[in-house]
């Protein structure tokens, strides 16, 4: 009988503990959700945050687009010499069709020449404008750091990553709260607008 009396509040002990555990971990548990949700909603860009994004994007545009017209000009002067520079007078008779194809040449590199003047001059200008906009960020803030490196230093993930010691699931999640905090802004939104409907026309 006394085993059996100091059995039972071992067990009911035994028991109350078990039901204090499992109540711990589904606690635990619901945490885990509500945080997993969190965590999904930020890994999710609003229709706002991919706007804002592509603006953003423009002056990486730019900049290849600008690349892409100096290696075509570039290509076509070690395809054909230089035909900017008079033909040489070697004493051998040139026909008329290669003075007009050395002269269509020149025209073709002129108009080259003057559409990268032009991109050069719109990177300019969106360059200012991106900073502009990245300037609402705290100076300090990790989520303007990698925003910079992004927009206006162009870099890829592996680089932002080295660049801030940090991996890139935490960067990207930094980058996504950087769009979001920037869309807090009046003004922002506005210039937003004003791109959406740039688009449009």
Request: hydrophobic content about 30%; aromatic content about 6%.
């Amino acid at each position: 009988m006394e085993n059996l009396t100091g059995v039972a509040p071992v067990q009911q002990a035994w028991k109350s503990e078990t039901g204090k555990n499992r109540f711990r971990q589904k606690g635990k548990s619901e945490m885990q959700k509500d945080r997993q949700k969190e965590d999904n909603r930020q890994e999710r860009l609003t229709d706002d945050a991919k706007l804002l994004n592509q603006y953003l994007n423009q002056y990486r545009f730019c900049i290849g687009r600008k690349r892409l017209l100096e290696r075509r000009r570039a290509e076509i002067i070690m395809e054909f010499g230089n035909p900017l520079k008079a033909v040489p007078m070697d004493g051998m008779p040139k026909g008329n069709r290669h003075r007009e194809g050395c002269a269509a040449l020149s025209l073709r590199l002129d108009e080259v020449d003057t559409r990268i003047k032009e991109q050069k001059e719109n990177a300019e200008k969106v360059l200012v404008n991106i900073m502009n906009i990245i300037d609402f960020l705290p100076e300090s803030s990790l989520e303007r750091a990698i925003l910079e490196n992004r927009y206006l230093d162009r870099y890829n993930w592996e680089q932002v990553c080295r660049e801030n010691h940090i991996s890139r699931t935490p960067a990207m999640r930094k980058w996504r709260r950087g769009l979001h905090k920037l869309l807090d802004f009046k003004k922002i939104k506005q210039i937003l607008e004003e791109y959406k409907n740039s688009l449009q026309d």
